[in-house]
């Protein structure tokens, strides 16, 4: 069978026509030669939600939106939705509106109910819900942190007006004074350090020297006080206390009159006697130096001593 030029152009002009239909299907993620489930689920608000949008089953990508129309009576929005895969998507399964992240758009998560065995099928209408987003809950934090900073800076605000009210031109001078002497001691204090570290500089050496005797006298301390530690240290102790001991019993002694250092302590008898020999003597002494021919008669020619005479006021007597 021959077939003739127009035959030809005609079967190449459909095969053309059908590649481009199949082409621009591909493009919009459609396969021609797949068959594909379309369910629908009506929102109030889509939050931004693209016409081709994927569609997830727990993070896998499974179909894409078909198209949004709005309802000219109610406002609501219905989402068309293609779905290509075998998983049981059951009617209670409910299509979610979420946010993957900063960057990519919205999307609709599939969450299967597994309780409910009666299956969906091309054509039904799914429970939709939208879940709050990253951008959303950001915003939701930041509200309440946006009025407290808003009240620290109007409490900031209030604080440096009274500030300005308290400190008057005066006051405001005097700390300005205050300041600029502050740096100026700071500027001396820096000349002082300058001026100590000149100093440890020059002295370099005697400060090294200093610390080689103090480490020096510290180990002749060390070595004296090892000395000490192997003395019989604890006998030293014992025979001093031995003493004390004896020194104790003989002050006890001499406490409760015993002895004669005791009775002399405790015996007013005999402390009044001791007393009144002793001024006896000492008058006796004073008498022998005034008038010694008292006691020494010595006559070198013969003459006779005179007849003693006592002294008118005595210079001792006797209590």
Known sequence: MKLTREIKTAILVIASILLFIWGYSFLKGRDLFTSYKTFYVEYDNVEGLAASAPVTLNGLVIGKLNGITISETTGKLMVEMRVKTDFPISKASKAIIYEPGFIGGKQIAIEPNF?????????????????????????????????????????????????????????????????????????????????????????????????ANFNKVSGDF?????????????????????????????????ESGKGTMGKLMKDDALYNNFTKTSKELELLLQDVRLYPTRYINVSVFGKKNKPYKGPENDTISIK
């Not at 500027?187 to 610390?211: P, R, Y």
């Not at 003395?231 to 006890?252: D, F, H, P, S």
């Open 115 to 211: 309780e409910d065995k009666q299956l969906a099928e091309s054509g039904d209408k799914l429970n939709g819900n939208v879940r709050p987003g990253l951008t959303q809950k950001l915003g939701e934090q930041l509200v309440p942190l946006q009025a407290k900073v808003e009240k620290l800076i109007t409490n900031a605000d209030q604080l440096i007006t009274g500030i300005n009210t308290v400190l008057d031109q005066k006051a405001q001078q005097d700390l300005k004074k205050s300041l600029a002497e502050l740096s100026q001691t700071m500027e001396q204090f820096h000349k002082a350090s300058t001026s100590v570290n000149g100093m440890l500089d020059d002295n370099k050496g005697q400060i090294k020297g200093m610390v």
């Open 222 to 254: 060390s070595k004296i006080s090892d000395s000490i530690n192997k003395a019989n240290v604890g006998k030293t102790i014992r025979t001093l206390n031995a003493t004390l001991g004896k020194v104790n019993g003989i002050m006890a002694g001499i």
